[in-house]
């Protein structure tokens, strides 16, 4: 069982928005603004899409926004498209001892 | 370009040891602190360990805590994980990343790790 909570699965149009969601505990995504999210295609490695709940790195699209309220983060994908059909993993720092957790991971489904 | 490349998988019996090794290029590898990530086939992300810049600060998960060790050569450009005492429940594609804002980015392509009689 993984320390944050994520959907299975989630399904999208093209060009529509979906949201997923990561709920955690307060001592790890409540404590902290130092929730990531990664993207990752099969049999590729994870890609950094948010960091610190809410920064894109560079040349990460806009259409992927990250929020967070209290032991919930969030992950927001617009405009929908083919290729963000992926698996979806949200991280958040957990203190010195835990350092980070991980979510068990959202497929997204691009219909 | 910021690249990491592992190496060091294979097939190993229960109780076995295997060292794999990540090699860093395109940044300045002895400014950052470096993880070990898995993914065990078709299961989700587990961080593995972690070291600071320095080698001075390192961390494990319990899972691994007192079988692996982790190190690294700044001069060398070259981040290790040394496994001992192998488990099946360790069997994984194994992940070096850069860290950096407590996440992790680049990850490197992965090496496969098969722990089996």
């Known amino acids: 069982q993984s320390a944050l909570t994520q959907p299975a699965s989630v399904s999208g149009s093209p060009g529509q928005s979906i949201t997923i969601s990561c709920t955690g505990t307060?001592?790890?995504?409540?404590?902290?603004?130092?929730v990531s999210w990664y993207q990752q295609h099969p049999g590729k490695a994870p890609k950094l899409m948010i960091y610190?709940?809410?920064k894109r790195p560079s040349g990460v699209s806009n259409r992927f926004s990250g929020s967070k309220s209290g032991n919930t983060a969030s992950l927001t994908i617009s405009g929908l498209q083919a290729e963000d059909e992926a698996d979806y993993y949200c991280?958040?720092?957990?203190?010195?001892?835990?350092?980070?957790?991980f979510g068990g991971g959202t497929k997204l489904t691009v219909l | 370009q910021v690249q990491l490349v592992e190496s060091g998988g294979g097939l190993v019996k229960p109780g076995g040891s295997l060292r794999l090794s990540c090699a860093a290029s395109?940044?300045?590898?002895?400014?950052?602190?470096m993880s070990w990530i898995r993914q065990a086939p078709g299961k989700g992300l587990e961080w593995v360990s972690y070291?600071?810049?320095?080698?001075?600060?390192?961390y494990y998960a319990d899972s691994v805590k007192g079988r692996f060790t982790i190190s690294r050569d700044n001069a060398k450009n070259s981040l290790y994980l040394q496994m001992n005492s192998l488990r099946a429940e360790d069997t994984a594609v194994y992940y070096c990343?850069?860290?950096?804002?407590?996440?992790?980015?680049?990850w490197g392509q992965g090496t496969l790790v098969t722990v089996s009689s």
């Open positions: 990343a850069r860290v950096a804002f407590f996440c992790f980015d680049p």
């Open positions: 395109g940044f300045t590898f002895s400014d950052y602190y």
């Open positions: 070291i600071s810049s320095s080698g001075s600060t390192i």
């Open positions: 307060s001592s790890d995504v409540g404590s902290y603004n130092l």
């Open positions: 610190e709940v809410s």
């Open positions: 991280c958040s720092y957990a203190g010195s001892s835990t350092y980070v957790v």
